[in-house]
């Protein structure tokens, strides 16, 4: 089974957000084994370089397997190409490893490191929107893969 990695800069707050996350997390554990990092947020007074880099010595300790920068500047998949892309990433490595940064994005650093970027649209979401996007594109991925009927 395929080992999903979620490092992210960040917490969630929110009860709606928390509950919403463990209810992909159920529903995942079918497919892979997942697990989220969640990396602490720098104080935000500092300048904006100084919390990418710091942010960024923080999520590359947790870089393991082909990692995926979520990245507004990536390229832009359907939920089928992303499927696509699982589905061969499973014949190539026993882990995926995407990453969600800060407010501030994350250092040149990560980016290096990163195998490629995704962008889920142009458009800016809050963290907590963003990670419960992640995790449902992730599981209609699965089921696309596997013939399940949730995707329509």
Not at 10 to 26: A, H, T
Not at 34 to 62: A, F, Y
Request: with cysteine; glycine share 4%; charged share 25%.
């Amino acid at each position: 089974m395929i080992s999903i990695n979620l490092v992210c800069v960040g917490n969630l707050k929110e009860k709606f957000s928390k509950d919403e996350q463990e209810e992909y997390l159920k529903r995942l554990s079918a497919f892979c084994n997942l697990k989220i990092v969640e990396i602490k947020e720098q104080n935000q007074l500092q300048n904006p370089t100084t919390i990418m880099e710091k942010e960024g010595q923080d999520i590359v300790k947790n870089l393991k397997g082909h990692v995926i920068l979520c990245d507004i500047k990536g390229k832009e998949l359907s939920s089928e190409n992303l499927a696509e892309k699982f589905k061969a990433l499973m014949q190539q490595t026993s882990v995926i490893t995407f990453v969600v940064g800060g407010s501030y994005g994350v250092s040149e650093n990560v980016k290096k490191l990163a195998n490629e970027r995704i962008s889920f649209s142009p458009m800016t979401f809050p963290h907590n929107l963003f990670r419960i996007m992640l995790l449902e594109q992730t599981y209609r991925a699965f089921t696309i893969i596997e013939n399940k009927s949730y995707h329509k």
